[in-house]
């Protein structure tokens, strides 16, 4: 459809730079015959959706269309106006007595432009500050309908949601790629109210009891005093808290796994942590565990990795997100539970199901598949969705229900409350992103920020004024209705069950789950966090605490930290491992992984380009790196560089091809000439080179070269002979064997190394 504003925009442009349009931004001068160059530094090539990838348009919930063909304007008419919808006829000045006289006490404008902006700040999530969103569609199985009625798992049904993905510690404005939690919390907008799933990329948390948030949060926030250090677990008070509440244990040893450092947010899993209590049609009871499981695996960075990204690229995983959903890469993840019979004590295999630092392995409870949820659309705008998205766990739909997990009750308090200071009172579900789908008929009134004209008198029930509205539902009708769970008779107490006491167990399973390169990227992780306190205390009683979990994991951590490795104070558990916890030994869909060709204007163009193509046409994603901008080549066959050796830097890229020099008598550049030569040579010993090869090979990256490309792998400490480093003579030799290898996500052989 036309865009009504086109016309004026191009009227304007006209204006300004006369008919034929803007030249090398110089208004008024003409254009002349060649096209201006293309932008050289377009981030990503565009990929084909799959044709499972096509989910069904979204629109927002405001009911616009969200993504891509929505139009790319801000403003919603042909002139500015103010708050109050009269047109202005200057922005720019402030009303003054004359021009170099004093601002005027009546310039309204000004103060309505000023006092806005000075109010478009609100306050940011005590926790969960920095996220990343995306709409989406959930497509239910209706594998869940034995067990749960709850429409929106019905086989085939589509229920529009909303995903914010998030750290746990840092500001709004801190790096994405800290050592930290992430959150994955969920809003799916279904035909019978909203139903949030507020869950973490991390099974088990930190405490069992919510009325302990507080504290452990104010421990892993930035000291008071200097407000340092930001976003980062590696201080002396979150060490100070996690060893004096040895529930944390268990947490805390995922989050120095790599799992505390993803990939992307597309390459995690989530959990919803608490059991949850299913409902079926007639009534009978389950409990759950909820798992998303991400279609592309489980994959992390390496922590000197994730370290330069949070310099050389904070938004890494905001970017990834958007820039795959824009390519039509559309992030999947299938929604799973572990069912477990609700019986009276609340036990699976002798594990309390209330205790949220617990897991149950999926050895002994599958996951099983009940829908797929697909992002398919970037948000419009992040404050109207990502910030002000509000979520709750108490926001449930009938045949979900809560259970008593002590940390899950407290959040049935704190999310609503939070969003009253956030969000400036109590009106924020009339929010556009948090606005139900379902119809509303409630008698809740008035309040800051009321959107609602609601008519009639009587918004009480019973009511003979309304015509006796709004009646009640049953449960045949769709109504929410608590399951009458039996609660235990006994004494008012301030205390936990004596299964909670176990905190070493489950810690233990998770070490032993572990591959060995898995392990010394715990122990590597510990000692970097544990070298960052000060408090001569709080690492010995660390050390205390790991000599409980492993003996070999506390003595490695003792040794990098200079301390004596202390003996476990209890005898250490026998648990059986649960191999579904491993990352590494499995190979994984390539979709969306990026690979960087490194070339110049020397280099065999033809087989850059046919790489190139190879790469697309398997969904990944080729980035062309030159010494410098622009283009490689000339003619209609040129390659369009995408980084140059000043802006690329090896953690944006999964695998690194070198390309070499044209095979001979297959140079359809020409002959080289010398000064060719002279540029060749000096790109190939371009510290910045160097540096992004040895970063590669140092963080388990495959690597390929062809035909003299591989000239630059020894200089950069990386032997040829090393496993996951691939030559040929040609681009079309390497390609297989790294993508091959780029399927296993890293070359573990490579480790161990200082990492
Ligand atoms: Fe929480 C936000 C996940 C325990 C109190 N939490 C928040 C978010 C996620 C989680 C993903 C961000 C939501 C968003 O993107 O807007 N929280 C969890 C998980 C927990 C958990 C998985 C344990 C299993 N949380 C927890 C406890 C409390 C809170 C025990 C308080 C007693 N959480 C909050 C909060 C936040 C929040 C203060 C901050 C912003 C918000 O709610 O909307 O209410």
Known sequence: SKNPLKAVAEKAAEAVFGREGPEDGVPGKPASASPPVAEPTTPHEPLPP?????GPATVSPTGRPTGAGQADVAQGGAYLTNAQGTRLHDTDHSLKAGPRGPVLLQDHHLREKITHFDHERIPERVVHARGAAAHGV???????ARICKAAFLGEDVKTPVFVRFSTVLGSRGSADTVRDTRGFATKFY????????????????????????????????PHPDREIPQAQSAHDTFWDFVTLHSE????????????????????????????????????????????????????????????????????????????????GAFPQWELGVQTFPDNPEQTFEGIDLLDPTKIVPEELAPVQPV?????????????????????????????????NDPLLQGRMFSYLDTQLTRLGGPNFAQLPVNRTHAPVNDMLRDGMHQTAVHRGVAPYRPNSLDGGCPFLAGADDGAYVEVPAEVAAGRKVREAPASFDDHFTQPRLFWLSMTPVE????????????????????????????????????????????????????????????????????????DGRIVGIVADADADLAGVRSLRRSLLERGLVPLVIAPAGGKLGTGDDAVTVQRTFATARSVEFDAVVLAGTPAAGADALGARDAKAGDAHASSVSDPRLLLLVSEAFRHGKAIGAWNGGEQVLPAAGCPLTAPGVVTGDSAAQVLDEVTTLLGAHRVWERFPTTL
């Open 138 to 144: 959930f497509r239910g199985y209706g594998t869940a």
């Open 519 to 590: 392990r010394e990227h715990i122990v590597a992780a510990y000692t970097f966090e544990l070298g960052k306190c000060y408090e001569q205390a709080v690492k010995e009683r660390a050390l205390k605490v790991l000599a409980r979990i492993d003996t070999e994991l506390c003595e490695q951590v003792a040794t990098g930290l200079g301390l004596p490795a202390p003996a476990a104070e209890e005898p250490l558990a026998d648990p059986a491992p649960s191999p579904a916890l491993s990352q590494v030994g499995r190979t994984w869909p390539l």
């Open 50 to 54: 799959k044709p499972d990838q096509t």
């Open 371 to 403: 829908g797929l949820l697909t992002l398919n659309a970037n948000p419009s705008n992040y404050f109207a969705e990502t910030e002000q998205v509000a979520f709750h766990t108490g926001h449930l739909v009938p045949g979900i229900d809560v259970t």
């Open 190 to 221: 279904t035909s019978e109210g909203v139903f949030d799933l507020v869950g973490n990329n991390i099974p088990v948390f930190f405490i069992q009891d919510a009325i302990k948030f507080p504290d452990v949060i104010h421990a892993g926030k």
């Open 248 to 327: 944390a244990t268990h947490h805390t040893l995922w989050n120095m796994s790599d799992r505390g450092i993803p990939r992307s947010y597309r390459m995690m899993e989530g959990f919803g942590v608490h059991t949850f209590r299913l409902v079926d049609a007639e009534g009978g009871t389950t409990l759950v565990k909820f798992h998303w499981k991400p279609r592309l695996g489980v994959h992390s960075q390496v922590w000197e990795e994730a370290q330069i990204t949070g310099g050389v690229d904070p938004d890494f995983h905001r970017r990834d997100l958007a820039d795959a959903i824009e390519a």
